[in-house]
């Protein structure tokens, strides 16, 4: 008996491949799908083999995300599936239709006639028969599907992560542990944080308590996963009395340096020498980091709000080539975050508004090349989520974002090497209150 399955194409399976796509969309670009040109799907395939380690030709995107025509709806292989959704953040395709669940008379492919699947089978056999075993599984997939939705999706919004001592000064010791109404829907080892201070390793809850050190002041959002899904956010709140200094190398995650300056705090003009950076314990002949930071509570809103400063950034020295500057206004609910960097250097910038991410490895971040070392006035402004960037007063770009981050907490200004600011000054725009 020889029984052959061809591609399988139901409608379920393809609007869950198309729901794939659409998330792939949003996570490289703002264009639409029906937008994208080649370079976009060439793009996308470098993005893919470096997280995935899968390569998928920009022809086999295509195809799967409808760009060329067939005849038949294009359904990938396992592989592939399973490549499609690591990318978006998914252990593999199982999961992605678990978190996923779609109906057939719903989603992109609604009304759309599809072909059934393709049974080729030896006309002794009676076809009935085969009717059985399908139903069956059908039967086990929909039972697995309805009770992994349940525990994965459901269950799982009674945990929460709690910081049991969030507030404090650096340095700072911060406890968590599993808020649980009812019964932990899972093994405590399938949670795992992300500690928000950009330490790259996650730490699982093992044990009923864990603990993390935080060394530089700032208002941090800590973050549960299930699964690798984020479920929930914390915070953990380091105030400063004044300006405080604290310098860091590149590559180096496990120590910072702290900048001893007694006048520092109550200083407008905030300039670091490279003898004070030495003294702290850097060795300036290598790419170091200072980091300015001034947190406290204000009542700005974070949504609403004009920053503008007079930036002059470091000079060409040992380890800086880049003369890279960053901005973090930190809100109550998430953050702000802006690179400048010299225009030849673009590929290593970043940007963050609330839920907006871009990195200038996949993406764009021309607009946001400057070169600072000589000194100029930036001014980033924001009204109602929209943010708009000006540097000597000529507007170099705009974006805008939808989730508000609450009342601006604090801010922080970074340079590779000895950079300096002075007349930092934050306006709410309904206010007028001044930070």
């Known amino acids: 008996m020889d029984i052959r399955f061809d591609q399988v194409q139901n409608p379920i399976s393809l609007q869950q491949v198309s729901v794939c796509c659409k998330k792939i969309a949003e996570q490289v670009g703002d ?7 080649n370079s976009d799907y060439i793009k996308l395939s470098g993005l893919l083999l470096r997280k995935t380690k899968v390569h998928l030709s920009e022809n ?12 038949d709806y294009y359904y990938p292989q396992k592989a592939t599936r399973d490549a499609l959704a690591q990318f978006v953040g998914y252990r593999d395709w199982y999961e992605f239709e678990l978190v996923n669940p779609v109906e057939n008379n719903k989603g992109p492919l ?16 009676n076809k009935g028969w085969l009717y059985v075993p399908l139903f069956i599984i059908g039967i086990g997939i929909a039972f697995f599907i309805i009770q992994g939705f349940d525990k994965g999706s459901i269950e799982v919004k009674n945990v929460a992560l709690q910081c049991l001592n969030p507030v404090g000064q650096t340095p700072h010791s911060a406890f968590f542990k599993l808020d649980v109404k009812g019964i932990l829907p899972d093994s405590a080892s399938k949670f795992c944080i992300d500690f928000g201070d950009e330490k790259l390793k996650r730490k699982s809850f093992n044990d009923s308590l864990i603990s993390h050190y935080y060394e530089v002041p700032g208002r941090y959002y800590p973050q549960l996963y299930y699964k690798n899904k984020p479920i929930d956010t914390a915070y953990v709140y380091l105030q400063t009395k004044g300006w405080t200094a604290t310098a860091s190398l590149w590559n180096d995650t496990t120590r910072v340096y702290p900048v001893l300056d007694p006048d520092l705090a109550q200083s407008k003009a905030l300039n670091i020498s490279a003898a004070q950076v030495f003294k ?36 060409s020295r040992p380890g800086v080539r880049c003369s890279e500057t960053h901005i973090s ?18 590929v290593w910038n970043v940007y963050q508004f609330s839920e907006k991410h871009k990195d200038g490895e996949k993406d764009d971040l021309r607009a946001l090349g400057y070169d600072l070392s000589a000194g100029a006035v930036v ?12 540097i000597n007063s000529k507007e170099v770009f705009k974006t805008k974002y939808t989730q508000p981050i609450g009342k601006i907490m604090g801010v922080k200004v970074s340079f590779a090497g000895i950079g300096h600011f002075e007349n930092l000054k934050i306006t709410d725009l309904k206010t007028g209150e001044v930070f």
Do not use: M
Not at 329 to 346: M, Q, S, T, V, W
């Open 329 to 346: 206004i930190f809100g109550e609910n998430d953050k702000h975050y802006l690179g400048i960097i010299k225009p030849e250097c673009a």
């Open 280 to 315: 702290s314990g850097i060795d300036t002949n290598r790419t170091f980091f200072i980091h300015y930071a001034n947190i406290k509570p204000t009542h700005i809103n974070g949504d609403d709000f004009e920053l503008s400063v007079n930036i002059t950034s470091s000079k």
């Open 60 to 71: 086999t995107l295509k195809r799967i995300f409808r760009k060329q025509k067939t005849s």
């Open 379 to 390: 001014t980033v402004h924001v009204e109602n989520k929209k943010v708009t960037l000006l």
């Open 110 to 125: 609604a009304g759309v006639t599809i072909t059934s699947p393709k049974i080729v089978v030896a006309k002794t056999i």
């Open 31 to 37: 264009k639409p799908i029906s937008d994208w040109t």
